[in-house]
């Protein structure tokens, strides 16, 4: 079984420019995350869907950040435009369930100078 | 609110030590446990985990039992190998609606 998938796996980018950020969960995955890592810290959740519906979204700094989920699948995040401080690991990850572990993908290395 | 709280490191163990990561919660419900491990290069893994009180969640030799009276959830292993060196995350969870994290303990195994 194919586990969560992300692209691209590395981005730098100069600041004020946009950058998105693809996962394609596990498939039959109803939840999906969006979590930010800063170097040494544990992640911090961006945005979690139940199928298509963003059901949190509280934590997203939303005058920059935008994501989508269309058809309940696949996802997409956005910055427009970065900032020096958006640089971390943008980590997706689903559940088939809310009540069960969360399967991370790889993540993407955000460098933004 | 809820929240996590581990064991700084970074932890330096000799091949065959034994190993404890100490971890602590906050919450306002009955959370789920959990242990995830992140190897150099790579996502985040499941672990072990423990989903009530008094559970033992338990994988690859390593070992967490949950202590609703302590609020903790310490990891242990009685015998590391040099392919264990990684960072450990403890984290909870309760009713799904998001993962709270520590910060990362990383652990390095020397021969």
């Known amino acids: 079984e194919a586990g969560v998938v992300q692209s691209p796996r590395y981005k730098i980018i100069e600041k004020k420019q946009p950058v998105a950020f693809w996962c394609n969960p596990i498939?039959?995955?109803?939840?999906l995350y969006w979590y930010r890592q800063n170097l040494g810290q544990g992640p911090e959740l961006l945005i979690r869907y139940e199928n298509e519906e963003a059901v949190d979204d509280s934590q997203l700094p939303k005058d920059r950040f935008s994501a989508e989920r269309l058809k309940g699948v696949d996802s997409t995040l956005k910055i427009q435009p970065a900032e020096l401080g958006d640089s971390a690991v943008y980590l997706c990850a689903s559940s088939p369930r809310r009540d069960t572990e969360a399967f991370f993908g790889q993540g993407t290395r955000l460098t933004v100078v | 609110g809820n929240s996590v709280t581990q064991m700084e490191g970074p932890v330096t163990l000799s091949e065959e030590a034994f190993l404890t990561i100490n971890c602590t919660y906050t919450a306002t419900g009955y959370p789920s446990l959990f242990w995830y491990v992140q190897y150099p290069g790579e996502g985040l893994q499941l672990l072990l985990k423990a989903t009530k009180a008094d559970d033992k969640g338990s994988n690859k030799g390593f070992e967490a039992t949950y202590r609703k009276e302590t609020t903790s959830f310490h990891l242990e292993k009685g015998s590391v190998q040099v392919s264990d060196s990684a960072v450990y995350f403890c984290a909870l969870s309760e009713g799904g609606n998001q993962f709270y994290f520590g910060t990362g303990t990383s652990l390095t195994v020397i021969p």
């Open positions: 498939s039959g995955h109803n939840t």
